[in-house]
Structure formats: structure tokens, C-alpha cells
T-cell receptor, first 117, second 113 residues
């Protein structure tokens, strides 16, 4: 069964510094996608970054990068140059199967990030 | 280009009542998934619809049912509401040819008293 584990309930970071949010996953499928979402207090789930299981290079999107270590089954999110607006809940998620038959997303319990001025 | 929209934004119901939540997918998307997010937890998959049929279902009782219309919009119905059904209900849409591309709506916050 697929499972996502986020072991950091809360994290603090100083503005302009980098922060790493941890995520480990468990799956028996060879094809899967890993995702990170940001959820501000308003509730909307905002897509940040995606990594496919067959991608050899780590994904990057602006200030976000995904540190993908397949053998360790980890997919940590790195946020560089933190901003006050980065304060939110962050979720790691996984979808199994290829793009056309990936049915559901499995989410971790999230990490609350607080950026200090 | 409108994103995923959901209505209503907030809802208060009494235990035992029935509720219907609505979702319009992003333009060009034909697949809709519903998630329940309890306070302080990650979203839990309820079910997914495409071609007006339920295609996958998570571990939710039959009190949770849905429907998809020809225009790809969708409804989530919950019967015999329990206090534990209080949560944020998120709708997400995807194009069938790439279910990895998933966009979420703002959610409907349901409170059962």
C-alpha cells in the first residue's frame, strides 16, 4: 500500500535562509509521481513541484527544488531564500501508475512552515 | 482561464442531514477527484469520476456518493451526516491523458453540528 511520511509537524526558518522539508514514501509500483503542495490558511492546495519516478534529474521550479533519492525513497522539498509569504502548510503527495491510469493522490500529514522576519 | 471552482465555500449542517457539494473542473479537464481533509491532516481520497462514472474509490462508506455531468462538473453527496464528517472537501481536476496534472479548487468547509 502506498504511504507518505512527513516527520516534521512544524519547522521554523529565518527569512532569506533555505529550508528542507522531509518526505519519505513507500510504494511497490515502479511508475509513480511525487508532488509537493502548499496550503495557506485560506485552504486552497497550490501545486509547487513534481518529480517522476523515472526522472534522473532533480526537479526545480524557481525557488523550489526536489531532492529525489530513489533508493532511500525520499523526496525532500528545498525552499531557497525563504520569504514571509512561504509560511503555510506543505504537503508531500504521491500518485502511482503511469500518467493515464494514476487514480488517486496519497498525501502525508503535512509540515507547518513558519518564516521568521 | 478559470481554474477549479467549488460551491458553496462554507456550509453548516445538522447531524443526520444530507449535503451536496459542487465542483466545476478547470477548462479542458474531464476527470474530477474528491478529497476530504480533516483539521490538521492531509487530504484523503474519496473517489474519482470520468466519463460520468466512478472509476476509483477510497475507504469511504456508501454514505458518500457522487455524480459527474456531461459538462464534466461533479457533485459530492453525503447522507446521514455525522459529526466526524466535518472537514474541508477539496475537488481536483485533471485531463484524462495526464492524471498527474491535478489542480485543486478552494474547497468547501463543512461543519456538522
Amino acid at each position: 500500500a502506498q504511504k507518505i511520511t512527513q516527520t516534521q509537524p512544524g519547522m521554523f526558518v529565518q527569512e532569506k535562509e533555505a529550508v528542507t522539508l522531509d518526505c519519505t514514501y513507500d510504494t511497490s509500483d515502479q511508475s509513480y509521481g511525487l508532488f509537493w503542495y502548499k496550503q495557506p490558511s485560506s485552504g486552497e492546495m497550490i501545486f509547487l513541484i513534481y518529480q517522476g519516478s523515472y526522472d534522473e534529474q532533480n526537479a526545480t521550479e524557481g525557488r523550489y527544488s526536489l531532492n529525489f533519492q530513489k533508493a532511500r525513497k525520499s523526496a525532500n522539498l528545498v525552499i531557497s531564500a525563504s520569504q514571509l509569504g512561504d509560511s503555510a502548510m506543505y504537503f508531500c503527495a504521491m500518485r502511482e501508475g503511469r500518467h493515464t491510469n494514476a487514480g488517486k493522490s496519497t498525501f502525508g500529514d503535512g509540515t507547518t512552515l513558519t518564516v521568521k522576519p | 482561464d478559470a481554474g477549479v471552482t467549488q460551491s458553496p465555500t462554507h456550509l453548516i449542517k445538522t447531524r443526520g442531514q444530507q449535503v451536496t457539494l459542487r465542483c466545476s473542473p478547470k477548462s479542458g479537464h474531464d476527470t474530477v477527484s474528491w478529497y476530504q481533509q480533516a483539521l490538521g491532516q492531509g487530504p484523503q481520497f474519496i473517489f474519482q469520476y470520468y466519463e460520468e462514472e466512478e472509476r476509483q474509490r477510497g475507504n469511504f462508506p456508501d454514505r458518500f456518493s457522487g455524480h459527474q455531468f456531461p459538462n464534466y462538473s461533479s457533485e459530492l453527496n453525503v447522507n446521514a451526516l455525522l459529526l466526524g464528517d466535518s472537514a474541508l472537501y477539496l475537488c481536483a481536476s485533471s485531463p484524462l491523458e495526464n492524471l498527474y496534472e491535478q489542480y485543486f479548487g478552494p474547497g468547501t468547509r463543512l461543519t456538522v453540528t
